[in-house]
């Protein structure tokens, strides 16, 4: 409450000292959207379009757009046929998949560009990074997104530059432990032929270069980069040239951007990207992770931010990140654009609609058949099948662990999820329930399960894994008068420090009942972010496994900014 009120305040204080000023409130993009890269677009209704990184999620790389830079809306997905890329579905680890996209646009053509990364390939190994473009007309249409075109480079974060003279430019971040610096070639964005590698720039002296992207104004040449790493020492950094080929001049500016050193709720600022509205007023982009300086919790992980830019002589000048910003008025005329907004409650009911909703994801690809929408027989709702393996799996095979689940990004610091669930399991380890969950090494799980010993007795179970500590497990005997019925499960972000996971029949929402509350804490996403949905496992055996979820409600109940 205190924090939607002092918004308010803030609004109306802006409004009467500064007309023309708006208020930025971050983050823009809430939740798992990191390493954003965006664009404005006049010629596709006056748009602004982003792209964001997702690791092993799928659908991967999202597309967001906005006609005012407040209100965003989740249109496609670059990635989205499993075919598209097939080297996805290899073994990898949580911290490989997709990673930092470039957004850029020519010629009616939309370019991502992105890195494919082998987590667990050896680091010297150049095949560990595999880059690619993906190019679309309509960027509105998932399948619209062509196949990859291929380029070696020997690293990753590449990024688009198209120069005066029509050739276009390729820059990437060679692997830090190898080679820090910022690479550049040329490249044949039709056969992905590059030309031969340079390092342009090696950075302001700060670890890790990483995150280029090129920008040309007034004769000058400027390459924006991210350094310290993507922890708490993440910076964003600017040279110069008079030639695309460097070398580059250091801002004596520099850094930039950063949050670094100072007790700021938005931490670890950096891997930056700017653009001009349609006024010609420049704004930028940001990872940014709001962490409780106390606890260090930072469950939401890498979300996008943004911050108005300025020139001051021959250098851009980028406001600092705060959870709310005085800035340019914002630009258009708040037209809608159709589709999910990304901060959005919803209310599913399964049995009134035609698909999965858009914005659900899974953790690697799931087996063919093992998430159908069914309308008639027995069976009704979302219907989750788990994967049948002998065999246990390593935590990173995406495409081959005991567990199908369907997520949606934890959106808001504070929010309330619940599912209904009709499950009986007759086999032992045969388990459905609902999943707070980063990776296969991350997550807490509340499910209904039976045990080896006492199979006819289903329980209701929380428990969990985590890098952090070991999630204190609960377990009790689903009560007898439930049974007959589906259940209700149901996860709360109550506060600032803790989230709970509570379970009732769902015809007398009253008894609901907490079975385990549990610190933010042990959810601490590396590169990712937390999501929110449903799962099923048989536990590695070969029992066919099936639970269908009738209703979904994710519901917002507060962003913390400050
Ligand atoms: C642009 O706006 C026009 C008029 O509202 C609409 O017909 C068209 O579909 C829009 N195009 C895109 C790409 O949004
Ligand atoms: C933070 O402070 C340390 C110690 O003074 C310094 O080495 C580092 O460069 C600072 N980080 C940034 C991004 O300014
Ligand atoms: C309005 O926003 C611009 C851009 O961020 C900033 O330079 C200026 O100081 C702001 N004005 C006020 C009165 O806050
Ligand atoms: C899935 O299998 C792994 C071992 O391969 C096991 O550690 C894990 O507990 C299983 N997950 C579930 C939810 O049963
Ligand atoms: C991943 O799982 C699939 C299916 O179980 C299996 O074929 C593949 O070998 C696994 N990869 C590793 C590294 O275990
Ligand atoms: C899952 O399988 C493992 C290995 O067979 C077993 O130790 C464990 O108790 C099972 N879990 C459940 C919930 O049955
Ligand atoms: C099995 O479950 C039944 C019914 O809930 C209970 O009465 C019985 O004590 C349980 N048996 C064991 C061995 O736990
Ligand atoms: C949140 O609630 C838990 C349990 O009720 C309590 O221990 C904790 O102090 C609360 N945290 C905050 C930030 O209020």
């Known amino acids: 409450m205190k924090t939607l009120l002092s918004t308010a305040l803030a609004i109306s204080y802006v409004s009467l000292t500064a007309a023309q000023n708006s208020t930025i409130l971050n983050p823009m993009l809430p939740g798992f959207y990191p390493d954003p890269s965006c664009i404005y677009v006049p ?46 579905a290899a073994p990898n680890i949580p911290t490989g998949g997709l990673w930092a996209p470039t957004l850029r646009y020519k010629d009616g053509v939309f370019y991502m560009v992105t890195t494919h990364v082998y987590g667990d390939a050896p680091e010297e190994d150049t095949s560990r990074w595999v880059n690619f473009i993906l190019t679309t007309t309509d960027p509105y249409c998932s399948r619209c997104w062509s196949d990859p075109v291929y380029f070696t480079a020997d690293g990753y974060d590449p990024s688009l530059f198209w120069d005066d003279d029509g050739q276009v430019y390729v820059t990437w971040a060679p692997y830090w432990r190898i080679d820090p610096g910022i690479a550049q070639a040329t490249i044949n964005l039709e056969t992905g032929e590059v030309g031969p590698r340079k390092v342009v720039w090696g950075g302001s002296g700060n670890r890790v270069p990483e995150g280029p992207h090129t920008y040309k104004k007034d004769g000058w040449y400027y390459l924006l980069i991210a350094e310290g790493g993507t922890g708490e020492g993440h910076s964003v950094t600017i040279g110069r ?148 393996t002998s065999l246990p799996v390593p935590a990173g095979n995406a495409t081959a662990q005991n567990v199908t ?40 799980d509340l499910g209904i399960v039976s045990l080896s010993g006492n199979v006819s007795t289903p329980y209701l ?81 070969r029992s066919s496994t099936e639970a269908c979820f009738t209703t979904w409600k994710y519901q917002g109940d507060g962003q913390f900014r400050s």
């Open 241 to 388: 040239s008079k030639s695309i080929n460097g070398p580059y001049e250091s801002n004596p500016a520099n850094p930039v951007l950063t949050n670094a050193n100072t007790t700021e709720y938005f931490q670890a600022v950096g891997h930056a990207d700017l653009f001009q509205d349609e006024r010609g007023r420049w704004w930028g982009v940001a990872l940014s992770r709001r962490t409780d300086r106390a606890t260090k919790a930072s469950p939401m992980g890498r979300e996008s931010v943004l911050y108005p830019v300025t020139w001051e002589g021959e250098w851009p000048v980028l406001q600092p990140v705060r959870g709310e910003i005085s800035s340019w008025e914002f630009p258009g005329d708040g037209g809608e654009i159709p589709g999910l907004l990304v901060d959005a409650s919803e209310d599913v009911d399964f049995s009134e609609v035609e698909e999965v909703p858009g914005n659900f994801v899974s953790y690697g690809v799931s087996a063919d058949g093992s998430v159908q929408l069914k309308s008639d027989g027995e069976k009704r709702g979302l219907c989750l099948v788990a994967p049948v």
């Open 43 to 88: 010629e596709q209704n006056k748009t602004y379009f982003c792209a964001s990184s997702t690791f092993l999620t799928f659908p991967g790389i999202p597309i967001t757009a906005s006609k005012d830079l407040q209100s965003w809306t989740l249109i496609s997905h670059a990635f989205s046929r499993p075919e598209q890329l097939p080297e996805f």
């Open 405 to 444: 689940r369907l997520l949606r990004r934890q959106s808001h610091s504070l929010f309330t999820y619940s599912v209904d669930v009709d499950f009986a399991p007759t086999k032992p380890g045969q388990e459905a329930g609902v999943t707070m969950f980063i990776d296969p090494d991350n997550h807490l």
């Open 461 to 541: 179970r929380f428990q969990g894994q985590s890098d952090s500590d070991t999630p204190e497990k609960a377990l009790v005997e689903l009560p007898v008068e439930w049974r007959d019925g589906s259940i209700r499960l149901e996860i709360k972000a109550f506060n600032a420090s803790h989230v709970s996971f509570s379970a009732g029949p769902t015809k007398y929402e009253s008894r609901i009942k907490t079975i385990a509350v549990a610190p933010v804490t042990l959810l601490q996403p590396q590169f990712t972010g937390t999501a929110v949905g449903v799962y099923v496992t048989a536990n590695v055996s």
